[in-house]
């Protein structure tokens, strides 16, 4: 018989962190979040309780089951997730872990949850994010949304990283990552006259190896743009 561990009865709700894709009902009225494997299949509240995704009815988490809200411990293993290409546009959860939960070496399986903050990733032009836009695809009467800055949103619907979270309530925190774009400061006139100096003389250059090269190939014809 394999010893139970023994219970854990801590005086604050333990903290994971998780991936998801931010989710808006599709008459705009309440916000949440749609996970990236098993909870792939239900979306869930910034406050929710947990169901087997299997359609049983015992109570998550089961320890004969692996239903139940699944989290890691580290912050870090978290954000190593979303490298992936198919995990690149969900955005990183820090939740609070509620109910009954099954600790493991990486990470908990857990009864309930509040998540506490939302981190979205840059716009993939590499801006920050600005807005949350329709990503083009959802579930079960939710559309998903991608972080984006004002520009590449265009003309599809959007919605303020503010106006996400007040949709989320529960007191959800939405926060945009730095951008990856470069940050140094636009060239100005002398650096733009000097460019432009130097590109001419490149021109030039090739245009006189043109020349020498129609001569030793017997033409007497001035280059391109020479003429």
Known sequence: MR???PEERPTEPPTGY????PVLDADGGRAGFLGVSLGAAAPYR??????CVYGRRHRAPHRRCDCGFHCVHERRVAEGLLVHAEHRRAVLLEVGVLG????????????RQRV????????PCGAAA????????GRDGRRVLEAACRGCAGARPRWTLQTFARLAGDGLTVRAAPGTEATGEAPGMPELVAE????QARLDWFQGQLARLGKAMGGGGAPPGRR
């Open 46 to 51: 910034v406050l929710d309780v947990a169901r």
């Open 130 to 137: 600005s807005v949350l836009a329709d990503a083009g695809w």
């Open 100 to 111: 009954s939960y099954i600790r493991f070496e990486h990470g908990f399986r857990y009864e």
């Open 18 to 21: 998780k991936i998801a894709h």
């Open 196 to 199: 432009a100096a130097l590109l």
């Open 116 to 123: 506490r903050t939302a981190t979205v990733g840059p716009c």
């Open 3 to 5: 010893p139970r561990l």
